[in-house]
């Protein structure tokens, strides 16, 4: 057993509402740059839907993730080593712009300097790739909201495939029509397909936290990467010719902040903590037969962090303490693993994701609530899950590789959930017989509801910060990052020696904690010292903080700071 | 004159080749990139781009054959001169042909296709007139070899030996000096690719990645292995200019 950190994400579908705040905010943060105009690492699609880029699940096309081969063991579905370094000459699967879209601007100085005339100047969209007049046709979210279903709405590969497969038809006619979103990360897989398909070698898991990012020095724009991630979350800079993709806010998360999709969610619906897992299980987890059999595959790789037994192989590779406690608190693994809602997304890719999803009850409660029926009643609702049989089985062919039992069960746990928490709110004794019904007692029950309803941000986001001793060559690491949040704890990097002893506080770590000070205390800003300075980033410009100007006796620390230390700081 | 281009130059050549590759490669990893505009236009490269590059292995190989092997080693395995010649001859247009075709189209579509020539930089242009220019006089090589043939001298008796004399650093300078205009001009377009090589986007062929065959599938790394990040080089500014910024 090799026991090796995770960082997961899961989220829950019902609560997403579509509003495309993470999909911005993540652009604002990682691609408002040039050569990525068309590149959103966080996007946003609404099912049924072709997604984005286009038909991206249509694998029979695109040829992402693994296969099995004919010994039954993994290999990549676009072709083995050789055969990849024969295509390399022009990547025969790589999906075009025109796959994702034409990204353009619109001309706005026209607004403004037009000519008076009789007629209201337009500013008219321009492309951003040839700067020329373009006419818009697509768009990463172009069907958001069954825009264009009626007619589009057979494109999406997973109505394909259940139409193909079930008697009855889905139908697509609006009103008929079920309708969830999905927000879509790099799912930061245990067996990432892009990795394996990289020839230079220049994607690589990280060993501390499994976040897989590319190193840019490395990466020398072969595109094989494009063609190997099935969930298309690789993406070419067409300006440095070099592939990009969702970083897991890595930085954010190395100091214990949540990732800027989990931090801007509306729904607060995202939540972030650790997986222990057994590296040595995972390609033998991702080899098995039956692709329905690859979900409980991959839950097995997953470590029971409360295990002394894992919790000594965790210490034996040399993760800390605090990494096992957070391991222990994390809502990820209760999520997956205790109460058993969360499901990967297109777990027959092989690639073993690591964002998993809480199937949304919702198109099953809006179809009965349009019928006129009361959708919160647990016998109305069990009925109706196993009655429609349509959206069941679509949720199916997205997590569970079509086991529409597994997707069964995980609807009826919530429905429960929500049937057995009316009963409280209104005042009636908790019928027990509903968690009964679904394998698990009351008490499991109410915490569950805590942790998915309540969802308080603490408990959302479990994130140890990254260990500085390990990163002792890390020039961006060089701080002491003992910082536990909250005001009191103001003192991050102040040394016994005065300012400028010790490193240097790199300027990343420094505003990133002094970020989460700001968002997590209730003083003024600013109102902390950062080694004896101030840093104006984050400073709102009240009062002046202690540190915007020089000590007198640099040798001293300030006042403050040894007030605060004496009172029991890090 | 003849000592300064068949004795100085080509050791000018090959410093700056060399060093040009390990200064870029120790500086600027960040654009040592294919720079791939097939996000772009997929359609003509996926026909040109291939029969380029294969025909520039084959071409490649060519050159391996007729530079480094000597002229006594194939004839002492028994092949007739005419035999070698109508094989390269053969083999050699085929590649040549093929290399030339296929940079006809990959220029054509960089021509054509709004935006890749608008990803195009002068860089890559200067570095398309030597590459073409290059194949060109190689082309009229081999067919200047049939010809030069019936006065018996062919280039395995005067390009080959001086080429291989370079290596033991005394060039052969004679020799080169007797061989037709074709292969001087060949030779020395030749040594200007080379020269211009490493700062040009054709650097992504020196990190050609066949060590993709032995490594494993999955990589991990430790965050602080790799992270020490090396200054930039200042050598040029993130990928290719932008418009907006060319244009003010
Ligand atoms: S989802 Fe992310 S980690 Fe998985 S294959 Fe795609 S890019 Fe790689
Ligand atoms: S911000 Fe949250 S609620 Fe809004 S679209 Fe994104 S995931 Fe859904």
Request: charged share 25%.
């Given at each position: 057993m090799r026991v090796m950190a995770q960082m997961g994400m899961v989220m829950n579908l019902d609560k997403c509402i579509g509003c495309h705040t993470c999909s911005v905010t993540c652009k604002q943060a990682w691609?408002?740059?040039?050569?990525?105009?068309?590149?959103?690492f966080n996007n946003v699609e609404t099912r049924p839907g072709q997604g984005y880029p286009r038909r991206y699940e249509d694998q029979e096309k695109w040829k992402g993730g693994w296969e099995l081969n004919k010994r039954g063991r993994l290999k990549l579905k676009a072709g083995g080593r050789v055969k990849k370094l024969f295509g390399l000459f022009a990547s025969p699967l790589q999906p075009e712009l025109k796959d994702y879209y034409e990204p353009w601007t619109y001309d706005y100085k026209t607004l403004v300097d037009a000519p008076l005339g009789d007629d209201f100047p337009v500013a008219r969209p321009k492309s951003l790739i040839t700067g020329k007049d373009t006419k818009i046709t697509w768009s990463a979210n172009w069907d958001d909201d069954l825009g264009g279903t009626t007619e589009m709405g057979h494109l999406d590969p997973i109505v394909e495939k259940v139409r193909r497969e079930s008697e009855d038809k889905i139908k697509l006619e609006f009103e008929q029509t079920f309708m969830f979103y999905l927000p879509r990360i790099c799912e930061h897989c245990l067996n990432p397909s892009c990795m394996a398909s990289c020839p230079s070698g220049a994607i690589y898991k990280r060993v501390e936290d499994g976040i897989v990012l590319v190193d840019q020095d490395k990466c020398r724009g072969w595109r094989q990467c494009m063609t190997g991630c099935p969930y298309k979350k690789i993406y070419f800079n067409h300006k440095t010719g070099k592939a990009e993709k969702c970083t897991f806010c890595y930085p954010r998360i190395e100091v214990g902040l949540p990732t800027v999709c989990s931090e801007t969610c509306v729904g607060r619906l995202r939540y972030l903590g650790l997986f222990l897992y057994d590296a040595d299980a995972v390609t033998a987890a991702a080899s098995v037969t039956d692709p329905q059999d690859l979900y409980q595959a991959q839950m097995d790789v997953l470590l029971d962090p409360h295990d002394p037994a894992v919790i000594a192989a965790a210490r034996e590779q040399g993760i800390q303490e605090d990494w096992i406690d957070a391991a222990q608190k994390s809502p990820v693994y209760a999520l997956t693993k205790v109460y058993n809602v969360a499901l990967p997304l297109h777990p027959e890719y092989r690639t073993m994701p690591m964002v998993w999803y809480i199937p949304p009850l919702s198109p099953v409660v809006d179809l009965l609530r349009d019928q006129g029926h009361d959708a919160e009643d647990p016998d109305v609702l069990f009925g109706a899950i196993d009655a429609l049989r349509i959206p069941v089985e679509y949720l199916a062919e997205l997590f569970t590789a079509g086991d529409v039992d597994r997707v069964t069960l995980v609807l009826r746990k919530l429905a429960a959930m929500r049937a057995y928490m009316r009963g409280i709110s209104l005042g009636n004794e908790p019928d027990e017989s509903i968690p009964a019904s679904v394998g698990m007692d009351g008490a499991t029950m109410y915490e569950m509801y805590r942790l998915m309803a309540i969802a308080k941000y603490s408990e959302r986001y479990v994130i140890p910060k990254a260990h500085a001793e390990q990163a002792h060559d890390l020039e961006e690491m060089?701080?002491?990052?003992?910082f536990d949040g909250g005001p009191g704890m103001g003192a991050m990097g102040s040394s016994p020696f005065g300012e400028a002893s010790g490193r240097p506080t790199p300027v990343a770590v420094e505003t990133f904690h002094a970020l989460q000070d700001r968002q997590t205390s209730d003083s003024v800003a600013g109102a902390d010292t950062l080694s004896g300075r101030v840093n104006l980033l984050n400073w709102?410009?009240?009062?002046a903080p202690p540190g915007l100007f020089p000590q007198r006796h640099p040798t001293e620390p300030p006042a403050d700071v040894a007030a605060l230390e004496g009172g029991g700081g890090a | 004159m003849n000592i300064l281009l068949w004795g100085v130059l080509p050791y000018v050549m090959f410093v700056v080749l060399v060093g040009g590759l390990i200064w870029r490669y120790r500086y600027d990893q960040f654009g040592w990139t294919t720079r791939s505009s097939q996000l772009y236009e997929s359609r003509l490269l996926r026909i040109g781009s291939p029969i380029f590059h294969f025909g520039l292995l084959a071409v490649i190989a060519g050159h391996f054959f007729g530079l480094v092997i000597p002229k006594s080693w194939t004839e002492a395995v028994g092949m007739s001169e005419g035999l070698y010649h109508f094989n390269a001859l053969l083999v050699g247009s085929i590649a040549g042909v093929g290399t030339l075709g296929g940079i006809i189209i990959l220029i054509y579509r960089r021509r054509k296709t709004g935006p890749v020539f608008m990803a195009t930089t002068n860089n890559d242009k200067l570095m398309y007139v030597v590459l073409v220019a290059a194949i060109i006089f190689g082309l009229w090589t081999t067919v200047a070899s049939v010809f030069s043939n019936t006065h018996g001298i062919t280039y395995r008796d005067t390009v080959s030996p001086w080429f291989r004399s370079l290596f033991i650093l005394q060039p052969d300078i004679a020799a080169m000096a007797a061989a037709p205009l074709a292969f001087h001009m060949h030779t020395l377009v030749g040594m200007a690719l080379f020269t211009i090589w490493p700062f040009t986007r054709l650097v992504h062929a020196f990190t050609a990645p066949l060590h993709y065959l032995f490594r494993p599938y999955i990589v991990y790394r430790s965050r602080?292995?790799?992270?020490?990040v090396p200054a930039r080089s200042g050598w040029s500014e993130v990928g290719t200019r932008d418009r907006d910024t060319r244009k003010r």
């Open positions: 691609t408002n740059r040039a050569g990525v105009e068309y590149v959103w060089g701080c002491s990052l003992d709102d410009g009240n009062g | 602080d292995k790799g992270a020490s």
